[in-house]
């Protein structure tokens, strides 16, 4: 059974309100890098990017970050798919704003951290989800949230991002379990809802 949490007006709304937030964070007038992970947090990056931009008034960096290989889970997957990993630029000093759809156990942060330190030596790292869904099990807090939704381990969110903004279909959606399924390890089940 899928619920909607968001429809496509309000989804828009809240990117809105998110990007705004973003914009307000650091008074300084250099511009933040958008960094989305691969899957789910690259069109929802692509979206505030372009609501930054005309808060702004000129194009915001964005980018991609594949965090397959910094996993702690990476052992329990038998072939991972890799997907690309594209920095705009040098992120030296920079402040860089990781995006991802939903913020589950912390895991899968935690390892976008890593990753991204690969490429340079940030000035600031915040961290910019549509989704808390709760269940974190890292000291980690995202400084931009669209929305807290309270769950349980069976159910997994659905965020349906179009990068124009145009898709019938966007919006947020909370999917339960079929009730003969196994209890999920939130480790995994994290995984698996950032590889579908």
Sequence with gaps: ??????????????????????????????????????????????????????????????????????RDDLDRRAAPTVHPTEIPGDIQGRRVVLVDDVFFTGRTIRAAMDALHEFGRPSRVQLAVVIDRGHRQLPIRPDVVGHEVTTNLGQSVLVRCSEGGDGDDDGVFLREAPANAAPKDPVTSEFLSHAS
């Design 1 to 70: 059974m899928t619920t909607p949490l968001l429809d496509a007006p309000s989804l828009r709304r809240t990117l809105e309100r998110m990007a705004r937030e973003i914009a307000g964070a650091d008074p300084r007038p250099d511009l933040p890098v958008l960094v989305g992970i691969q899957r789910g947090g690259v069109a929802v990056a692509r979206r505030l990017a372009a609501e930054l931009a005309m808060i702004v008034g000129r194009e915001v960096p964005c980018g991609t970050l594949d965090v397959t290989f910094y």
